[in-house]
């Protein structure tokens, strides 16, 4: 999916401002710097000559700080290090830990939003790469848990 479709589904379905987003963004790396006017830049239309790519660093960013957001720092920990490629099975993985989602959620989401997925299929998207039970998470998959996961945040 888009990066910047994705960024725009969890910003409605959060009900972010544009500043919200830059400082969940600043959560995960206070050194890495967007502001305001970036943030509208990716969420404008595909064909406003003002448009700008969300790029996979400023997602990666954007997610790390929403899983800080919503279940806070181990200050034992050292920070882990920000993915240079976003794929939507890592969406999905990073949305699971932000919201705490247990299968059951995850089975939820799905099958609130009319897209019903089985126990394989869903532990086969989170599976490492190399496995060979590994399923690529599809755009329209991610798509329709976006809108479980929005029907489940904001209510029907």
Known sequence: MINNDVLRSIRYMLDLSDVKVVEITRLADSDFAIDKENVQAF??????????????????????????????????????????????????????????????????????????????????????????NFRLCGDQMLRNFLKGLTLRVRGA
């Open 43 to 132: 969420l404008r239309k595909d064909d406003d000559p003002t448009y700008a790519e969300c790029s996979d660093r400023v997602l990666a960013h954007f997610l790390d700080g929403l899983v800080v957001h919503y279940r806070g720092r181990d200050p034992s920990l050292p920070p882990r290090p920000v993915e240079k490629r976003i794929t939507n099975n890592l969406v999905l993985k990073k949305l699971r830990v932000a919201f705490e989602l247990k299968d059951v959620d995850m089975h939820q989401c799905f099958e609130d939003a009319g897209f019903p997925v089985s126990r394989p299929e869903l532990s086969a998207l989170f599976r490492q790469p190399g496995h060979k």
